[in-house]
Protein backbone atom coordinates (compact mmCIF):
# COMPACT_ATOMS: atom_id res chain seq x y z
CA UNK A 1 0.00 0.00 0.00
CA UNK A 2 1.18 3.69 -0.69
CA UNK A 3 0.43 6.08 2.68
CA UNK A 4 0.35 9.46 2.26
CA UNK A 5 1.54 11.06 5.78
CA UNK A 6 1.38 14.54 6.81
CA UNK A 7 3.48 16.23 9.57
CA UNK A 8 3.51 19.82 10.93
CA UNK A 9 3.93 22.64 13.49
CA UNK A 10 0.23 22.85 15.60
CA UNK A 11 -2.61 21.62 13.63
CA UNK A 12 -1.71 22.10 10.40
CA UNK A 13 -1.34 18.52 9.27
CA UNK A 14 -4.94 17.08 11.21
CA UNK A 15 -6.55 19.84 9.34
CA UNK A 16 -5.48 19.26 6.34
CA UNK A 17 -6.65 15.30 6.89
CA UNK A 18 -10.02 16.39 7.85
CA UNK A 19 -10.00 18.02 4.72
CA UNK A 20 -8.54 15.68 2.76
CA UNK A 21 -11.31 13.01 4.24
CA UNK A 22 -14.25 15.54 3.06
CA UNK A 23 -12.42 15.56 -0.56
CA UNK A 24 -11.12 12.35 -0.69
CA UNK A 25 -13.38 9.93 1.06
CA UNK A 26 -13.19 9.78 4.96
CA UNK A 27 -11.80 6.90 7.34
CA UNK A 28 -9.01 6.04 4.47
CA UNK A 29 -6.45 4.02 5.98
CA UNK A 30 -3.81 5.16 3.31
CA UNK A 31 -3.82 8.85 4.99
CA UNK A 32 -1.99 9.46 8.22
CA UNK A 33 -1.01 12.05 10.45
CA UNK A 34 0.51 13.82 13.07
CA UNK A 35 1.69 16.90 14.24
CA UNK A 36 4.34 19.18 16.85
CA UNK A 37 2.35 20.90 19.24
CA UNK A 38 3.23 23.36 21.29
CA UNK A 39 4.91 22.79 24.45
CA UNK A 40 5.73 18.99 22.95
CA UNK A 41 9.30 18.06 22.81
CA UNK A 42 10.90 16.08 19.56
CA UNK A 43 11.38 13.22 21.87
CA UNK A 44 7.08 13.06 22.43
CA UNK A 45 6.75 13.97 18.68
CA UNK A 46 9.13 11.21 17.44
CA UNK A 47 7.51 8.38 19.80
CA UNK A 48 3.91 9.21 17.89
CA UNK A 49 5.23 9.89 14.93
CA UNK A 50 6.50 5.89 15.48
CA UNK A 51 2.50 4.87 16.39
CA UNK A 52 1.40 6.20 13.95
CA UNK A 53 3.23 4.80 11.15
CA UNK A 54 2.96 1.15 13.01
CA UNK A 55 0.71 0.26 10.29
CA UNK A 56 3.18 0.30 7.58
CA UNK A 57 5.21 -2.15 6.53
CA UNK A 58 8.22 -2.75 4.37
CA UNK A 59 7.01 -3.76 1.14
CA UNK A 60 4.63 -0.12 1.34
CA UNK A 61 5.36 2.85 0.25
CA UNK A 62 5.33 6.51 2.14
CA UNK A 63 4.88 9.86 0.87
CA UNK A 64 5.56 12.30 3.54
CA UNK A 65 4.17 15.66 3.13
CA UNK A 66 5.81 18.54 5.74
CA UNK A 67 4.97 22.11 6.16
CA UNK A 68 8.22 23.21 6.29
CA UNK A 69 11.74 21.73 4.91
CA UNK A 70 14.36 21.92 7.36
CA UNK A 71 11.44 21.75 10.34
CA UNK A 72 11.43 19.89 13.89
CA UNK A 73 8.58 17.57 12.28
CA UNK A 74 9.91 16.76 9.12
CA UNK A 75 13.51 16.07 10.24
CA UNK A 76 11.82 13.85 13.56
CA UNK A 77 9.85 11.81 10.84
CA UNK A 78 12.63 11.04 8.21
CA UNK A 79 14.83 10.04 11.71
CA UNK A 80 11.99 7.51 12.85
CA UNK A 81 11.52 6.30 9.42
CA UNK A 82 15.57 5.76 9.18
CA UNK A 83 15.58 3.62 12.55
CA UNK A 84 12.15 1.72 10.67
CA UNK A 85 14.53 0.55 8.15
CA UNK A 86 11.45 2.49 5.87
CA UNK A 87 13.74 5.57 4.59
CA UNK A 88 14.24 3.84 1.06
CA UNK A 89 10.52 3.62 0.49
CA UNK A 90 10.02 7.45 1.54
CA UNK A 91 9.08 10.23 -0.93
CA UNK A 92 9.47 13.67 1.17
CA UNK A 93 8.56 17.01 1.13
CA UNK A 94 8.06 20.09 2.53
CA UNK A 95 5.79 22.99 2.26
CA UNK A 96 2.81 21.16 1.77
CA UNK A 97 -0.69 22.57 0.66
CA UNK A 98 -3.98 20.92 -0.03
CA UNK A 99 -3.56 20.93 -3.55
CA UNK A 100 -0.27 19.01 -3.26
CA UNK A 101 -2.25 16.57 -0.63
CA UNK A 102 -5.38 15.94 -2.72
CA UNK A 103 -2.94 14.86 -5.56
CA UNK A 104 -0.74 12.68 -3.81
CA UNK A 105 -4.15 10.96 -2.34
CA UNK A 106 -5.60 10.57 -5.51
CA UNK A 107 -2.99 10.02 -7.82
CA UNK A 108 -0.67 7.92 -5.67
CA UNK A 109 -1.95 4.47 -7.06
CA UNK A 110 -2.36 5.63 -10.70
CA UNK A 111 1.30 7.29 -11.44
CA UNK A 112 4.90 6.03 -11.22
CA UNK A 113 6.77 7.76 -8.72
CA UNK A 114 8.60 9.99 -10.69
CA UNK A 115 5.67 11.02 -12.38
CA UNK A 116 3.57 11.25 -8.82
CA UNK A 117 6.78 13.54 -7.72
CA UNK A 118 6.69 16.02 -10.97
CA UNK A 119 2.90 16.23 -10.42
CA UNK A 120 2.80 17.11 -6.73
CA UNK A 121 5.62 19.99 -7.17
CA UNK A 122 3.47 21.09 -10.27
CA UNK A 123 0.35 21.49 -8.53
CA UNK A 124 1.90 23.34 -5.49
CA UNK A 125 3.33 25.91 -7.62
CA UNK A 126 0.10 26.48 -9.76
CA UNK A 127 -2.05 26.29 -6.72
CA UNK A 128 -0.26 29.67 -5.64
CA UNK A 129 -1.49 32.52 -7.40
CA UNK A 130 -2.75 36.50 -6.38
CA UNK A 131 -5.98 36.18 -6.87
CA UNK A 132 -6.99 39.94 -9.09
CA UNK A 133 -10.29 42.05 -7.96
CA UNK A 134 -12.05 44.18 -10.13
CA UNK A 135 -14.02 46.71 -9.31
CA UNK A 136 -16.31 49.37 -10.96
CA UNK A 137 -15.93 52.65 -9.70
CA UNK A 138 -19.66 52.02 -8.69
CA UNK A 139 -18.76 49.10 -6.74
CA UNK A 140 -16.23 51.23 -4.65
CA UNK A 141 -18.84 53.44 -3.73
CA UNK A 142 -21.03 50.92 -2.48
CA UNK A 143 -18.81 49.16 -0.24
Not at 14 to 30: I, K, Y
Not at 52 to 78: F, N, Q, R, V, Y
Not at 96 to 101: D, G, K, V, Y
Request: glycine fraction near 10%; charged fraction near 25%; avoid cysteine.
Amino acid sequence: MKYVVLVSHGTFAPGLHSVLNMLAGGGREDILSTSLQDGMGADEFAENFGKLIEPIKEDDEIILLADIIGGSPLTTALDVLTKKGLLAKTTAFGGMNLPMALTATLMKDALDTESLKASLVSESRDAIKEMELKLDDDEEDDI
